[in-house]
């Protein structure tokens, strides 16, 4: 059976915690400072971060998740998610979590739906941990497993649950000491925007011998020609204030022509759009 530790008995000794028997490290304030201080965790990573601590959730008892979703952290608000000790953080979800999984392990299906999602939990950060923190909660998740394996429907869940707890307060002091290595989270990285050909339409003249050729240009790059290619050759058109073109070409048997939109200068052309098609109607 394994010792009783709730978080109140996890005692800091020298950098480690002692838990439930097992020596856990603990955050160290001045290493943890140091060695990243001007780099940032990609938003990518919080976002993965999120979503994973979200389905791990899923996999709890219905009690523990009604009662920590609203201490899940922001999508939005993400700036000290893995320092900060208040909402929105990692270690104020984690801090819920640990307390509502306490509280609702009352039975073996409780029990191993609650470990489930704490286990779910640590794999999302696992390979960031130092491999202290790593070996240590994992040997207590191995603990845990055999004790919830070996119970029947009428034992007495109280030990389970304070060491369910025990364990997502570990879990919690680790992510916070990933998080003490970085600035914070990155921001989003904007999308690149990209000009294009948004409009394009050719059409026959009444004499048939002629296309003529109008359209617009979305631009997010300076342009002041629309390239215009038929079976006949090229021809250059300026742009309108408004990004717009038209041109007539003679072109008697043109069935599709191609247009690009970029940067004409002292007899050089350099495309800042792809190439839009369009068939002669």
């Known amino acids: 059976m394994l010792k009783k530790v709730g978080k109140s008995a996890i005692m800091v000794m020298v950098g480690t915690s002692l838990l439930g028997g097992i020596f856990v490290e603990a955050p160290n304030a001045l290493s943890t400072t140091q060695a990243q201080a001007a780099a940032k965790i990609p938003n990518s990573t919080y976002v993965r971060d999120l979503s994973g601590i979200k389905a791990a959730l899923g996999k709890a008892s219905s009690d523990v998740q009604a009662g920590v979703a609203s201490s899940l952290p922001s999508a939005k608000e993400y700036c000290y998610a893995y320092t900060s000790w208040n909402w929105p953080s990692f270690h104020d979800y984690l801090d819920n979590l640990a307390s509502s999984i306490e509280g609702h392990t009352n039975t073996k299906a409780t029990a191993r739906a609650n470990y489930d999602c704490m286990v779910a939990t640590y794999n999302i950060f696992k390979n960031r941990l130092s491999s202290g923190a790593q070996s240590q909660l994992e040997a207590l998740a191995n603990n845990l497993n055999q004790e919830i394996n070996a119970t029947n429907g009428s034992s007495d869940f109280y030990d389970i649950a304070d060491q369910e707890e025990g364990y997502v307060h570990a ?25 294009y050909i948004s409009k394009l339409s050719v059409k026959k003249t009444g004499s048939k011998k002629y296309v003529k050729v109008t359209g617009t240009a979305k631009l997010y790059k300076f342009a002041n020609y629309a390239h215009i290619h038929t079976y006949k050759g090229y021809r250059y058109v300026k742009l309108s204030s408004k990004h717009t073109f038209s041109k007539t070409i003679y072109a008697p048997k043109a069935k599709t022509i ?21 068939h002669v109607k």
């Open 258 to 278: 191609t247009v690009n939109a970029g940067y004409y200068s002292h007899g050089h052309y350099k495309a800042v759009t792809s190439t839009k098609t369009a």
């Open 171 to 195: 879990l919690e002091a680790a992510v916070l000491d990933y998080g003490g290595n970085y600035d914070g989270v990155a921001g989003p990285k904007s999308s690149a925007k990209h000009s």
